[in-house]
């Protein structure tokens, strides 16, 4: 345990002098080196060479985004013919164009309009009942199921 104790760690064994040291003749070219990265980096590039740098990533970006695209859309087609959705999509367009509630403004006169909004007669509001109102907001019922609900 004394032995221990007293034993030098392996670094201090070492001699004190610098293991490093640079290659011969490393000075004496070093000026002539730099020089010569200046020089070659001041030269100006070819156009076409420019061109193409300034393009790789606007490339890159578009190939992204075209083999995302392919990815999604091939899918979807298969699974999905374009006769089925398109069907669906116009009878609820047409079930909603076609709906009384709908508000059409080409039938009122702009004056009306005007002597409505800025009247200062206050509207018949019905009193909302905080029951229903929570009921409402709790069913997390669409536009087009309240509106069958309501017809029923």
């Not at 221990?4 to 490393?26: A, C, G, I």
């Not at 006769?83 to 116009?90: E, G, I, L, R, Y």
């Not at 709908?102 to 909302?128: C, K, M, R």
């Amino acid at each position: 345990m004394y032995e221990e104790e007293n034993r030098q760690p392996e670094f201090l064994k070492r001699p004190k002098t610098n293991p490093f040291r640079t290659p011969d003749h490393y000075f004496d070219s070093l000026e002539d080196r730099i020089m010569g990265g200046i020089e070659h980096a001041g030269k100006t590039k070819s156009p076409s060479a420019r061109i193409i740098q300034l393009l790789k990533p606007a490339l890159g970006l578009a190939a992204s985004f075209t083999l995302v695209y392919l990815l999604v859309q091939y899918p979807i087609n298969q699974f999905f013919p374009k006769n089925t959705n398109q069907s669906v999509v116009s009878a609820a367009t047409t079930l909603y164009l076609n709906d009384d509630s709908t508000l059409n403004f080409s039938f009122i006169d702009e004056n009306s309009l005007v002597n409505a909004i800025f009247s200062d007669e206050a509207t018949n509001i019905p009193e909302i009942n905080q029951d229903e109102m929570l009921a409402y907001l709790s069913s997390g019922m669409n536009d087009l199921e309240i509106y069958s609900e309501i017809q029923n």
